[in-house]
Nanobody, 124 residues
Framework: QVQLVESGGGLVQAVGSLRLSCAAS????????MGWFRQVPGKEREFVAG????????NYRDSVKGRFTISRDNVKKTASLEINRLKPEDTAVYYC?????????????????WGQGTQVTVSS
């Protein structure tokens, strides 16, 4: 079993930066892929970034490429999302998620474990 707790959200001005963290508990963190998703009211949860168990494979949605960086530390059992040059359209609740697979998926249904989410609000 994996339990996830996000932190690091907040209110920032456009072009600012944030670092979201996801702390995991459980024995299997180092062998499972992680993903970051986001959701705004009335819309489906969308994939933001994913990272494989050994960090060799990463990918991002097109709108965040070059601005977001996903990383993980399997010793500390943490996953992070560095967000730079924030835009108002990045405003959402951000969730980290873990999947049983060693590589990440782009769809939320493939993830078995979710954190509670952290709000990111970007003002223009």
């Amino acid at each position: 079993q994996v339990q996830l707790v996000e932190s690091g959200g907040g209110l920032v001005q456009a072009v600012g930066s944030l670092r979201l963290s996801c702390a995991a508990s459980g024995r299997f963190f180092s062998s499972v892929a992680m993903g970051w998703f986001r959701q705004v009211p009335g819309k489906e949860r969308e994939f933001v970034a994913g990272i494989s168990w050994n960090s060799r494979n990463k990918n991002y949605r097109d709108s965040v490429k070059g601005r977001f960086t996903i990383s993980r530390d399997n010793v500390k059992k943490t996953a992070s999302l560095e967000i730079n040059r924030l835009k108002p359209e990045d405003t959402a609740v951000y969730y980290c998620a873990a999947t049983f697979s060693s590589d990440f998926y782009y769809v939320s249904e493939k993830y078995a474990y979710w954190g509670q989410g952290t709000q990111v609000t970007v003002s223009s």
